[in-house]
């Protein structure tokens, strides 16, 4: 170029517009679908909300059926039978006009359901993105075969091994970005290719640290998904363990709501399948709060029975429409819940599905946050586990955005990284490609610096390091290994002055952190996610104990706020 106002023109500037056309075409169709499936959930939302408005208040209900109670005692002599009918008939009027108000919701949730395109079929047809769903090696070699031959080997960054990339430290070709592994990458740190986010293993995702294909969210291990933190495939909302679903927080398969415990439920809080309503605890009923199976009301327990149970079933329930044990709150299913649309065991929140959380909409278990489908998390949209951050599909990770495992740093689709954006394995620093580099922007392997795409001898990478295949500085145990950060001894941390203390499994993530699998900030003992936690499998900040999440919950199996603290 001549100047600062010059044009580019000539072989590499038509070599790179055909290299953008993917985009371009990808985000016309993900817009699209977006745009289509965001139509279809505000649907969903006015289904809802026009039932809600179209069904009686529970109070309502509940000041009929005293009346009619204090009627039929009352009736010593027969004084009260027209009064009696007079109140029957403004119950079953109420009970027609609810029943009316599920049918609506269950066929605009259906129709709703029914518009949802395959996202699949509409990029069959776009130019440039074929054949790039899958690993970094297969489409890094169906896209190398579009770089023409005089172009090959020509780079605009610096520690590329590929051609034609927009960025340093690549393995691939005509990415944007830096720190890929595979092709056509828009953003850092992927492992595939058609990606236009950062730390995805996977292909054609628009969004961060998701370990699948074609999922328009982060932290998604899946695909096809439109959302976050899910574990499963073509889900419409976060925190689902399943397939299908519209709404968050379900374990199970095309569920509409949230916090559903089952299949094909058509409300929140259930604990079963085929239930039209909230809180049931059963299969195929039709209402709030039942216990039982192929119900047609409130509060009722058995099985076929039609009418008004009470406001609870179940036992020891304090609210309403609670069909489990021990809960407090509203249209719970579950077990010694405190909060409402609960289907799991000892959650504090709402609309969980899963078991001991702190928080809404977790389909796991023993997290602290939201939308987690994952398991002894802190923070939100996980879909791996025991992570302190967010939007991880990884495990045991500190930050955000990772899809690989045990990284202190975000945007990570490798493993043991203490940085960002790397896709290799084992570095200390940013947008390494290549494995056990200390610095950034390298496609190669054991480096110390930056732009390489050299791979040289040696057992470590950094300063003042001893042991093997250990990145960064002051890794200071003879016996350790596949270390990255600061000072840390053992095997497999990345971070800062972590030890861990078995070889057979991966280490801690974070800093100051003693153990194994631990992911925060002086954490002790194993698969702690948070911070000050002593314990085994906890979350949230100043725990100790098994199995517990949330606030200053001393104990085993916890959730909430100020447990058991004497």
């Known amino acids: 170029m001549a100047g600062s106002g010059a044009v580019w023109q000539g072989a590499a500037a038509a070599a790179m517009v055909v290299a953008a056309a993917p985009y371009s075409g990808w985000l016309s169709a993900a817009a699209e679908r977006a745009a289509a499936a965001a139509a279809q959930a505000q649907a969903v939302v006015g289904a809802f909300e026009a039932a809600r408005a179209a069904v009686v208040h529970p109070v309502a209900v509940a000041a009929n059926r005293d009346v009619f109670v204090q009627l039929v005692m009352s009736n010593v002599f027969g004084q009260n039978a027209p009064a009696i009918a007079a109140a029957e008939g403004v119950y079953e009027q ?154 968050s927080g379900n374990i199970g398969d095309t569920n509409f709501g949230n916090g559903n415990g089952g299949n094909f439920n058509f409300g929140s809080g259930n604990s079963g399948s085929n239930n039209v309503g909230f809180g049931n605890t059963g299969n195929g009923n039709f209402g709030f709060g039942n216990t039982g199976n192929n119900n047609i009301g409130f509060g009722l327990t058995g099985d076929g029975k039609f009418g008004f149970g009470g406001f609870n079933s179940g036992s020891n329930n304090i609210g309403l429409f609670n069909s489990g044990s021990g809960n407090v709150g509203f249209f719970n299913s579950g077990t010694n819940n405190v909060g409402f649309g609960n289907s799991g065991i000892g959650n504090t929140g709402f609309g969980n599905a899963g078991n001991v959380n702190t928080g809404f909409w977790n389909g796991g278990s023993t997290n602290t946050g939201a939308l987690s489908a994952g398991a002894g998390n802190f923070g939100f949209f996980d879909s791996g586990n025991f992570n302190a951050g967010g939007f991880n599909a990884g495990n045991s990770n500190t930050s955000f955005g990772n899809s ?57 990478s950094g300063f003042f390091n001893v042991g093997i295949g250990n990145s960064g500085f002051g890794q200071n145990d003879p016996n350790g290994s596949g270390n990255s950060g600061f000072q840390n001894s053992g095997f497999g941390n990345s971070g800062y002055v972590n030890t861990s203390t078995t070889s057979t499994f991966g280490g801690n993530s974070g800093a100051l952190d003693t153990g194994y699998g631990n992911a925060g900030f002086y954490n002790a003992a194993v698969q702690n996610a948070g911070i000050f936690i002593a314990g ?18 001393f104990g085993n199996g916890l959730s909430g706020f100020f447990k058991n603290v004497l």
């Open 404 to 460: 690989g495992d045990l990284n202190t740093g975000f945007l990570n689709a490798g493993n043991i990284n203490s940085g960002f954006g790397n896709a290799g394995d084992v570095n200390t620093g940013f947008a390494n490609a290549g494995n056990t580099n200390t610095g950034g922007f390298n496609g190669g392997v054991l480096n110390t610096g930056f732009f390489s795409a050299t791979t040289h001898p040696g057992p470590n």
């Open 94 to 247: 109420m009970w027609a006009a609810d029943v009316a108000a599920m049918v609506g919701y269950h066929g605009g949730v259906s129709a709703a359901a029914g518009q949802l395109a395959s996202w699949a079929g509409s990029l069959a047809g776009l130019p440039g993105l074929s054949g790039l769903i899958g690993g970094a090696t297969q489409a890094g070699a169906a896209a190398a075969s579009a770089v023409p031959a005089p172009l090959q080997g020509i780079n605009f960054g610096f520690g590329n091994i590929g051609s034609l990339n927009l960025g340093s430290g690549n393995v691939g070709d005509t990415n944007i970005g830096s720190g890929n592994i595979g092709s056509t990458n828009l953003g850092s740190g992927n492992i595939g290719s058609g990606n236009l986010g950062s730390g995805n293993q996977g292909g054609i995702n628009l969004g961060s640290g998701n370990v699948g294909n074609i999922n328009v969210g982060s932290g998604n291990f899946g695909s096809q998904n439109l959302g976050s933190g899910n574990i499963g495939s073509t889900n419409l909302g976060g925190g689902n363990i399943g397939n299908t679903n519209v709404g």
């Open 536 to 553: 085994v499998t906890t979350s949230g900040i100043l725990n100790s104990g098994t199995g517990s999440s949330g606030l200053l919950v």
